[in-house]
């Protein structure tokens, strides 16, 4: 798997193959497949691995809009710093574009993420740390497509990404600045 999210980290969607995955962890091509019966099961595992590292930013303690505003600046930060996961993670949702089966998989990816961000928001607003009228469905497709859009090759360098995580957090009423 790990493997596989180097690949397409380095040479992109279509310069995944899986007999290259399969050498370079010292296997042959019937025993990754034994694992990872289809190319489909692969990159859902690729896809798992990657979330993994998003699901590090979201730290399990905290009043929700402090695990909201660290959330955004822990994505931001590992993005910085692992910015292949970036790279990996704009592949696949550029891809899904096109290809059915890869759509299927970032939607669920996608849906599972704002639910998670849903229930923050909801609870952030009962406490009373977020405006009451603000719909926390809507609140959560908005987040959802700001921390999504850092993957994007023509943004995740940029510094539009700080500006508009700090607006999104003033808006939310999270900023300690």
Known sequence: ????????????????????????????????????????????????HAMNRFRTTLAPHGSPDDQLRNHFRAVRKLLRDEPQ?????????????RDPAM????????DAWHRTLRGLLRR???????KPELDS???????????????????AASP??????RQLERWLGLSSN
């Open 1 to 48: 798997m790990l493997a596989a999210f180097n690949e397409i980290a380095d040479r992109g969607f279509e310069g995944l193959r899986t007999r290259e995955v399969a050498a370079e962890v010292g296997l042959n091509i019937a025993t990754l497949h034994y694992y990872f019966p289809t190319k489909e099961a692969l990159i859902r595992g690729v896809v798992e």
């Open 85 to 97: 996961l970036g790279a990996v993670m704009g592949e696949l949702a550029l891809r899904s574009a």
């Open 103 to 110: 759509a299927r998989i970032m939607r669920e990816t996608n």
């Open 124 to 130: 952030a607003a009962r406490e009373g740390h977020l």
């Open 137 to 155: 469905d809507d609140v959560a497709s908005l987040v959802l497509a700001t921390l999504t859009s850092m993957t994007l090759p023509t943004l």
């Open 160 to 165: 539009r990404i700080d500006q508009g995580l």
